[in-house]
């Protein structure tokens, strides 16, 4: 019934910067924590980043500390992710994703009933 579609995604050098846009159809999100994670090649998917349901809370995993931006509008149903100084160890596939029932978003998966597809980043050296 929800449905998230990241997009921005794309090849760039280590270095570079990217914007990571991910639009919600169907219901808003305002009443939803919301999360960034990526799944690189032949690993687990891993936490990136999270946004409270008003925007005042962020929390990044160890490794994009510095260097990713979550925010969010509510008012366009849209969540993005600022990504500068990216690394090859960056590559991987980003997915967004959405709580309707936490107001801080968590770095587990479980609780987060809305999934996107997924948009390619790759960093080359």
């Known amino acids: 019934q929800v449905q998230l579609v990241e997009s921005g995604g794309g090849l760039v050098q280590a270095g570079g910067s990217l914007r990571l846009s991910c639009a919600a159809s169907g219901r808003t999100l305002s009443n939803s924590a919301l999360g960034w994670f990526r799944q690189a090649p032949g690993k687990e998917r891993e936490f990136v980043a999270r946004i409270s349901r008003g925007g005042g809370s962020r929390d990044y995993a160890n490794s994009v500390k510095g260097r990713f931006t979550i925010s969010r509008d509510n008012a366009k149903n849209t969540v993005y992710l600022q990504m500068n100084s990216l690394k090859p160890e960056d590559t991987a596939v980003y997915y967004c994703?959405?709580?309707?029932?936490?107001?801080?978003?968590?770095?587990?998966?479980?609780?987060?009933?809305?999934w996107g597809q997924g948009t390619q980043v790759t960093v080359s050296s």
């Open positions: 994703a959405a709580d309707p029932d936490s107001v801080t978003g968590s770095s587990r998966e479980t609780g987060y009933r809305y």
